[in-house]
């Protein structure tokens, strides 16, 4: 078992930054691959980013390209997730994921633990 807690969500105004941390427990945790997704109201969860389990390979949605890192400390068990310029539709509740395996992935169903989620609201 993986146990996962964000925290660093918050009001932010558009163009402004926030940085989302990921703790993770339980499981070694270096031995897998890390994502986030996140949820807008009445929308499905999407994909955003992901990261495999050494840092060597990321993955990131093209709506959040070039705004947004992912980073991950092995020796501290934490995934970040930098978000610059932030714009009203990147307003989501933002889930850390993490797989059984070791490579980033975009799919939704190859995640197997999920943290409570912390909210981001971009205002205009």
């Known amino acids: 078992q993986v146990q996962l807690v964000e925290s660093g969500g918050g009001l932010v105004q558009a163009g402004g930054s926030l940085r989302l941390s990921c703790a993770a427990s339980?499981?070694?945790?270096?031995?897998?691959?890390m994502g986030w997704f996140r949820q807008a109201p009445g929308k499905e969860r999407e994909f955003v980013t992901a990261?495999?389990?050494?840092?060597?390979?990321?993955l990131y949605a093209d709506s959040v390209k070039g705004r947004f890192t992912i980073s991950r400390d092995n020796a501290k068990n934490m995934v970040y997730l930098q978000m610059n310029n932030l714009k009203p539709e990147d307003t989501a509740v933002y889930y850390c994921?993490?797989?059984?395996?070791?490579?980033?992935?975009?799919?939704?169903?190859?995640?197997?633990?999920w943290g409570q989620g912390a909210q981001v609201t971009v205002s205009s």
């Open positions: 339980g499981r070694s945790f270096s031995g897998n691959a």
């Open positions: 990261i495999s389990w050494n840092g060597g390979s990321t």
């Open positions: 994921a993490a797989q059984r395996g070791i490579w980033a992935s975009r799919g939704i169903d190859t995640y197997n633990y």
